[in-house]
């Protein structure tokens, strides 16, 4: 089955800086990574997702970029904000997200004032 | 529109004893996911569900859980008896084919057995 590994599992990074989280994932046939942000005591909601026909995707300050061939794919935000800490999970999936998500193991990502 | 809902939102019980998990999908969405979150990890696929039929349980402990989706709308799932160990958070998801795919959650069920 399909296995995503994440890195780093927390992260600091002062207000105003750039974070990135990296994922790999182990099955070619993963077609869809979404990104999630879990705050705490609440529920994963999506960030942005990406397919595998496109290599990059941005949404404000959020983008995300996926190597297909090297089976690896990237979080980065820019300009953080106190609001951007939480837990961030990538995951992958099949039939681009309407078979199971498999996720990552989480990045608790701190913004230092 | 209104999202998943799922209720309770925090149950504790005693070890061998049995508890249910509803969850109610947004209006429409015809996939509906069980995942279980433990503490510090991203969620694992326990089951999920095209309309009434259950399409991929394969990582449902079925000696001890069970779940239903009946009319394809409303889903249950329960444990019997619980373990210590399954004190974790129950979340419930629900997505639709053709419109970005994309799963939205509950808010989950905390689990606590002792």
Request: aromatic share 10%; glycine share 8%.
């Amino acid at each position: 089955g399909e296995n995503v590994e994440q890195h780093p599992s927390t992260l600091s990074v002062q207000e105003g800086d750039s974070a990135v989280i990296k994922c790999t994932y182990s099955d070619s046939a993963s077609n869809y990574f979404p990104w999630y942000k879990q705050e705490l005591g609440k529920r994963p909601q999506l960030i942005i997702d990406i397919r595998s026909n496109v290599g990059e995707k941005k949404d404000q300050r959020i983008a995300v970029t996926l190597n297909k061939t090297a089976k690896h794919f990237s979080l980065h935000i820019t300009e953080t904000q106190p609001e951007d800490s939480a837990v961030y999970f990538c995951a992958a999936s099949k039939s681009f997200g309407n078979e199971k998500l498999t996720f990552g193991t989480g990045t608790r990502l701190t913004i230092i004032p | 529109e209104a999202g998943v809902v799922q209720s309770p939102r925090y149950k504790i019980i005693e070890k061998k004893q049995p508890v249910a998990f509803w969850c109610n999908p947004i209006s429409g969405h015809n996939t509906l996911y069980w995942y279980l979150q433990n503490l510090g990890q991203g969620p694992e696929l326990l089951i999920r569900y095209e309309n009434e039929e259950a399409v991929d349980d394969s990582q449902l402990p079925k000696d001890r859980f069970s779940a239903e989706r009946l009319k394809g709308v409303d889903s249950t799932l329960k444990i019997q008896p619980a373990e210590l160990g399954d004190s974790a958070v129950y979340l419930c998801a629900s997505s639709a084919r053709g419109q970005g795919y994309e799963q939205y959650f509950g808010p989950g069920t905390r689990l606590t057995v002792t």
